[in-house]
């Protein structure tokens, strides 16, 4: 491999800034990698354009007019945050060759800090999954290991970043699906406070639990994505008018006197003892910086994955109501009539997972169902934010699980859906709340597949979840493992 | 048996704000198809909305003038259905926390006084067209009105009669154009009119199996579309069938309504909080303004025309039951003419002409300047009231100048005596038998020679100048 892919985003943007490597170098070499791939991880990749902004941004840094520490860093998106003129598909059939004629809030603003787009990662379709399998376009694969998947829904950002196919990628997070890819492909993937970064051009699955969030090999490089592309935007309603503070100047290593909860209900049944063991080993490495670490009761956490997935598919089944064959994407063919339209272009156009969601939503907002599903839902939602905010009384981060267990196997997770839904619990209970969570590498099981550890805060205390696992990452080495082309730890 | 008729209303009005309600889009009426829409307002993926507080600002001052409560802390919903005119495939409304609750419009008619109370008040947003061609075998969309903003009137089902609903459309037109918040031209679709009817046997409390008819667009078809519903539910009950609770189109051509579909198979629209609006808090800096800029509403100007100006109630009453007129007859008062003399040329004239015309004063081309003239010129004894009267009509779609017209045409009134008491000498001697009649005590053909002096001089004669010479010849 290139040894230039090694590095991190921040250390090629220093390199880039004093001209020892060049952007289009860069661009190049994250090109390469990904045409030599077979894991899937992009929909889309724009070589042309990529080479255009690489041009673009090296040109202004030669003038010395961009000085962003990501300037010229080769990144990519996840196929759900619109992209101008690059077709945008949700991983679905259903938006087919759909190019926004806008950018996402959050891509201009990488734009405007000189990034460099190398294309559109693969993904649960619509964001629905936590293994990337979905996709109308194929599934994505493990980096460490081809027969299994990388995680979901934002996998394919995962498995390029692991992969060394770019050096940092957006994605987004609706119940872990940031967190959770971060921990099966061994990148470290920020999910932030609702609100700070706009949603503005995220297609979106569920709207009051929607976030974008950022994959990377560090944490130092989340925090200085995130410094880009925080901050309020007028078209999003929803985005917090708080000023974006300094994540990565902020980033200090320092951990002495934080009071860390592990929460008890989040080590008990279910729960691989491999990924608990490291885990628990985290939490001792904090603890050996000097954060006092304490197990406690986090009430509720069993109502997390039922409220989660009534409030998700509800919005859902209203967000994805859109797509009906009349504006853009795929319309199916030999339509009776309206009704007849919308049916066909809907059941031929939306994949298995996307339609049972929204029928499960559209079952739960239903007259008559309403006060029994969302409705119990909210309220319970409700009380997970209060224990969340109890809790954070007593304590400043929480670490715990991403995911019970490390990677499965390709077709695994389909089988036993059920299952696969339950083994949201340690990530969807974050996103009900609106709070900032990191997974963060903390070792790798038997198989070699990597165990991410989770470190969640109160809201708008990103800075302090990243300088926990900036912390943590300064201590250990795991974060920069990277996969060999076998798929095996190198 | 007695049967009673009983009616509530869903008016939708669309307000008169510069843009939409979630993104910057104009609202303007017409435009070449979707050209007045965005990513937002045509509900492109991932695109969110932003709300024009105007349009919270507008409904208030609608709430606050109908006698609302206003809803301190009032949210969006989202009402969920297919239809290619919309979009998202759901509207952006309010179904829990509507902005105004709890008001009341008072009417008047032959019945006398009556409260309608008004149950809410609510925010949405306006879907766009659908242009069926029939030629072509397609329908295309046109989005240009989805987003505009809306808001759509519940009233409780307090009506009675046809005639109930007029006044109190009337009504709510007058207000809404008074406040500035709304054209409500129905002809365009601002403001559009459901109608839920029901009957029942008079005296009882029991309500009747309603129906509805929607998107009712003019006055004229409201009232017949009343009459006739009621009528075909109390032969449908007479007949010993029963209501079917549905949804009727009213077909002006063919003055009749058909059923469209039924609500016993009534879609669903899952209603649910909208999350991508936070919701709306109005402080008492906000509703404060929005109370203390409320223009003076009709019935203030009614009674200060009264008081001020000694105007009769009943012309009061008109003139300020179309913010059009009053505007109009304050500004031609401004200008220096006296109140009664513009009372009466709105009350006669001005309105005979509108209503010959069809169309609305809103909508003329008369100012107040060109009355004022007019005035002016009868006044300083240039031109009499019947030329004056001839002037204002052949100029009420014009622009042309008073004063030159007048000019032109030779309509200058004619005040020489010697002039007039030639044309009279000359009148006298070619009617003597009338004369004759005259002086033997019929003075009832005073008037008769009168005429044909003012004939004679083309009616552009001093009135008081033929009177006073021709009594004194008479008499003498």
């Not at chain 1, 989040?266 to 885990?279: Q, R």
């Not at chain 1, 039922?306 to 998700?312: E, H, K, R, V």
């Not at chain 2, 965005?38 to 001052?61: E, I, S």
Request: aromatic letters at 8%; a negative charge; one cysteine or more.
């Amino acid at each position: 491999m290139n040894e230039l892919l090694r590095l991190s985003a921040l250390e090629l943007g220093r390199k880039i800034q004093t001209g020892e490597v060049s952007a289009a170098e860069a661009a190049r070499a994250s090109l390469d990698k990904i045409n030599g791939s077979e894991l899937g991880a992009y929909i889309t990749v724009s070589e042309d354009w990529a080479m255009t902004q690489a041009a673009a941004v090296q040109a202004k840094i030669s003038e010395g007019a961009l000085q962003s520490p990501l300037a010229g860093v080769p990144a990519a998106i996840k196929d759900n945050i619109c992209t101008l003129d690059v077709k945008t598909t949700c991983a679905s059939k259903i938006l087919g060759d759909f190019h926004p004629p806008y950018n996402a809030t959050a891509v201009d603003r990488m734009a405007q800090a000189g990034a460099v787009v190398l294309g559109k990662t693969n993904m649960d379709e619509f964001a629905m999954g936590s293994t990337s399998e979905t996709s109308y376009y194929g599934p994505t694969r493990n980096p460490w290991n081809r027969g299994h998947v990388p995680g979901g829904s934002s996998g394919g950002s995962a498995a390029a970043v692991a992969n060394g196919e770019a050096f940092y990628a957006l994605g987004s997070d609706t119940g872990g699906s940031v967190r959770n890819p971060a921990s099966f492909c061994g990148v470290t993937g920020m999910k932030p406070t609702y609100g700070t970064v706009s949603r503005y051009g995220l297609i979106a699955y569920a709207s009051s639990l929607d976030q974008i969030g950022v994959l990377a090999r560090t944490a130092e490089d989340c925090a200085g994505v995130l410094d880009t592309i925080t901050g309020h935007d007028v078209r999003d309603s929803t985005s917090l008018n708080i000023p974006a503070d300094g994540l990565l100047a902020g980033l200090t290593g320092d951990v002495r006197g934080l009071k860390i909860g592990l929460p008890a209900e989040c080590f008990g049944d279910g729960l691989e003892k491999e990924v608990g063991d490291h885990v628990l080993a985290a939490a001792a490495v904090l603890k050996s910086l000097g954060a006092e670490t304490e197990t406690f009761s986090l009430p509720l956490t069993a109502y997390a994955v039922p409220a989660y997935y009534l409030i998700a598919c509800a919005e859902a089944s209203s967000n994805l109501s859109r797509f009906d064959g009349v504006k853009y994407g795929f319309r199916a063919e030999g339509c009776t009539d309206m009704a007849d339209l919308h049916k066909k272009t809907r059941s031929q156009g939306f994949g298995r997972e996307v339609q049972k969601r929204i029928m499960l939503g559209t079952f739960a907002l239903s007259t008559g169902y309403y006060d029994a599903y969302y409705k119990k839902a909210q309220q319970a939602r409700a009380a997970i934010s209060g224990a969340y905010h109890a809790a954070f009384e007593k304590y400043d981060l929480i670490v715990c699980p991403v995911f019970p267990d490390t990677a499965p196997a390709l077709g695994e997770a389909l089988t036993d859906p059920l299952k696969t839904y339950l083994s949201d619990i340690y990530t969807v209970s974050v996103n009900l709340a609106g709070l900032p969570g990191i997974s963060v590498p903390c070792g790798f099981d038997e198989k070699g597949l990597p165990i991410g550890t989770q470190i969640i805060g109160k809201a708008l205390d990103d800075g302090r979840v990243l300088n926990a696992a900036h912390a943590y990452q300064q201590a250990t080495d795991y974060h920069k493992a990277m996969p060999t082309e076998g798929g095996a730890q190198a | 048996m007695n049967w009673e008729t009983v009616i509530g209303l869903e008016v939708h009005v669309e307000l008169s704000t510069k843009s939409k309600i979630f993104c910057s889009c104009i609202t303007a009426f017409g435009g070449d198809p979707n050209t007045h829409c965005c990513p937002v307002c045509t509900g492109m993926p991932g695109t969110l909305p932003v709300l024009n507080h105007q349009v919270v600002t507008y409904a208030m001052k609608a709430g606050i003038a109908l006698n609302c409560d206003i809803t301190r802390y009032t949210k969006f919903d989202r009402k969920n259905y297919f239809y290619p005119d919309l979009p998202k495939a759901y509207q952006v409304s309010q179904l829990y926390l509507p902005i105004c609750v709890n008001g009341s419009v008072p009417i008047e008619t032959a019945a006398g006084h009556k409260d309608i109370r008004i149950h809410e008040i609510h925010m949405e947003e306006d879907a766009g067209k659908l242009i069926h061609d029939a030629w072509a075998d397609a329908t295309k969309t046109d989005y240009n009105r989805c987003g505009v903003p809306l808001i759509e009137i519940v009233s409780e089902p307090d009506f009675r009669s046809a005639e109930e609903v007029l006044a109190y459309l009337e009504k709510l037109k007058s207000t809404l154009e008074y406040l500035d918040v709304s054209d409500c031209k129905m002809q365009e679709g601002s403001m559009r009119a459901d109608i839920n009817l029901s009957v029942r046997e008079a005296g009882t409390s029991e309500m009747g199996t309603r129906t509805e008819m929607k998107n009712m667009n003019s006055f004229k078809a409201i009232g017949r579309a009343i009459e006739y519903e009621a009528k075909r539910q109390i032969e449908v009950i007479a007949e010993g069938g029963r209501v079917i609770q549905e949804t009727r189109r009213w077909d002006e051509n063919k003055d009749a309504s058909f059923a469209m579909r039924s609500k016993e198979n009534a879609q669903d629209y899952r209603y649910f909080p909208e999350p991508d609006l936070p919701p709306v808090e109005i402080d008492d800096l906000w509703f404060n303004q929005v109370k203390a800029s409320l223009p003076e509403m009709a019935e203030q100007k009614r009674a200060r025309y009264v008081a001020d100006y000694a105007l009769p109630e009943y012309d009061a009453g008109m003139i300020t039951g179309q913010k059009a007129l009053a505007d109009f007859f304050e500004e031609t008062v401004a200008g220096g003419s006296a109140p009664k003399e513009v009372a009466n040329w709105i009350m006669g004239d001005l309105l005979r002409i509108l209503k010959d015309k069809g169309i609305e004063a809103r909508d003329m081309a008369m100012t107040p300047a060109r009355l004022g003239r007019i005035i002016a010129l009868i006044d300083e004894g240039k031109l009499n009231r019947n030329k004056g009267r001839e002037v204002f009509e052949a100029l009420f779609d014009s622009d042309a100048d008073i004063d030159a017209y007048v000019k032109e045409h030779d309509l200058i009134q004619i005040s020489d005596e010697g002039a007039i008491a030639t044309s009279i000498a000359e009148i006298l001697a070619e009617n003597q038998k009338t004369v004759d009649e005259y002086k033997s005590g019929k003075t009832k053909v005073f008037g008769f020679l009168v005429g044909q002096t003012m004939k004679a001089l083309k009616g552009k004669a001093d009135p008081s100048v033929i009177n006073a010479i021709l009594k004194e010849l008479l008499d003498s």
